[in-house]
């Protein structure tokens, strides 16, 4: 059994902060077509943003290290932040610089394309890290993904690492992160087309059985990374450490939009992490935050609260 425990590990996130700007569409367009969208918004968005509010969601106590630009654009993040009740104390305004921007565009299916201008996020620097470290040395989970510059994530890794917080890594996208970095990954979280570019599941289509992907994970431990988590989309997902390997099936939904959708699994992993859960637990629950939030339009706004994921989860693990 699942069960509810005692929560609120501490999670820090050195992340992206982007604005989205999503349209809908039946289909997505051809090079060169022009189609009408059934509908448009702005919200918060940044793979960084999105896993710190799932965390919070998710009932950890989150420090979001990050930056925006000096423009009016920033407006959307710094609000969308306080309405979830988000401390912004380590967000920094970035002179000179835009607040990174996500062009989206989501077709009937639920499916996407995202283009991403970094904006601020590629001027947050290594010396960030320098600067933050008693807040790292705060952290039972310290969170950071691949759009952020690699200089800034691999002075990260060495700083959790030496702080003895648990090191969580999203390579998504997957930038080329030092070898010694990506290896103190607990875990290094990657989508299947991330996993072959790091050399895990290469000979392995999309496709391929989970239990394929789960063995290729194992086979990456101690090799690769401390532990690996690989998410299969509506399959859910896989995961191996020392101590073994497991397949995590997702629940049977109807996706609307899975934008964000890996950004909720992963803030929810790294919370239930921070608060001492073990890894094929803290998967469980990350595939059920990543299955409710396919079921609404948007991003955060798509992320649900911590009963309904540890609800959902205890009726998987009893399917």
Do not use: C
Request: glycine share 12%; net charge negative.
């Amino acid at each position: 059994m699942l069960g509810e425990r005692s929560h609120g590990g501490v999670v820090v996130v050195f992340g992206s902060v982007n604005v989205d700007a999503t349209s809908y569409v039946r289909e997505f367009p051809r090079p060169g077509e022009t189609v009408h969208s059934s509908g448009f918004r702005v919200a918060l968005g940044g793979k960084g943003a999105n896993q710190a509010v799932a965390a919070h969601l998710s009932g950890a106590r989150v420090e979001l290290i990050a930056r925006v630009g000096d423009d009016a654009n920033a407006d959307v993040p710094m609000r969308t932040f306080a309405a979830f009740g988000l401390a912004t104390d380590g967000v920094a305004a970035v002179p000179g610089e835009p607040t990174g921007v996500a062009q989206i565009t989501v077709n009937g299916a639920g499916e996407n394309t995202i283009v991403v201008t970094a904006g601020a996020n590629a001027a947050f620097g290594a010396e960030v890290v320098e600067a933050e470290r008693e807040r790292i040395a705060r952290g039972d989970v310290v969170l950071t993904q691949g759009e952020l510059p690699t200089a800034t994530i691999e002075a990260l890794s060495v700083a959790a690492d030496a702080a003895g917080a648990r090191f969580v890594l999203n390579l998504a996208p997957p930038v080329p992160v030092a070898v010694g970095s990506i290896a103190l990954a607990d875990p290094l979280v990657l989508n299947v087309h991330e996993a072959r570019v790091v050399g895990l599941g290469v000979g392995l289509d999309d496709d391929a059985r989970p239990d394929a992907w789960r063995d290729a994970a194992a086979s990456a431990v101690g090799a690769l990374a401390r532990s690996v988590v690989v998410t299969l989309g509506a399959r859910g997902a896989v995961a191996a450490d020392r101590t073994g390997s497991w397949t995590v099936p997702a629940p049977d939904v109807r996706a609307v939009d899975t934008t964000g959708a890996g950004d909720a699994a992963t803030g929810t992993l790294a919370a239930m992490l921070a608060e001492g859960r073990p890894l094929p637990e803290a998967v469980r629950l990350a595939v059920a935050a990543g299955a409710l939030a396919v079921l609404r339009q948007g991003t955060v706004d798509s992320y649900a609260a911590r009963d309904a994921v540890l609800g959902l989860a205890e009726r998987m693990e009893d399917a």
